[in-house]
């Protein structure tokens, strides 16, 4: 299977936000912007691996600022790494009033899918080759953030976690 880079898998999708993408405050709701993101990075993933992928996590979401009635939501996605049958997809969101030309960085995340074939089955994925420092920044990450993922899953015990326990107590001295 060929290695792909990140910025074949780059999406970028805008939304104008409309009264019905709102709450009482005018600001946009959540889980409309949770939908979005899913969306996004969902053809990001397929992007990587050209088959049909599925949600399996969604890290922890933040919401820095708020976007409001009218402003326009720019989400941007790419994948940062693949392991066997999953890909883990980055997203930023951007909030901008065109008006007044301001725009402010309202999230990102990271998502993570898993390629199935038409019967619903896991298949392998591509492998990645980052190319930017920012790429392979975003790569190297992506390990601890999976064994982070798996852990609080419940699918891995910390003890197994190398590239976390070396984040946080370094690499073993040896006498």
Known sequence: MNAKNPKESHTIMNELILPNDTNTFNNLMGGRLL????IAAAISAQKHCNR?????????VSFKHSIKLGDVVTIEAKVTRAFNTSVEVRLDVWGQ?????TKVKSN????????????GRTIP????????????ILFDGALRRRQ??????GKMHPDDATELKALFF?????D
Do not use: C
């Open 35 to 38: 939908h979005w993101m899913d």
């Open 52 to 60: 049909i992928v599925v949600t399996a996590s969604v890290d922890n």
């Open 97 to 101: 009033n065109i008006p007044s030309g």
């Open 108 to 119: 990102e995340a990271y998502y993570t899918f898993v390629a199935v074939d038409q019967s």
């Open 125 to 136: 994925v591509p492998p990645i080759e980052p190319e930017t420092e920012e790429d392979k």
């Open 148 to 153: 982070l993922r798996l852990i609080l899953g």
């Open 170 to 174: 370094g690499e073993p001295k040896v």
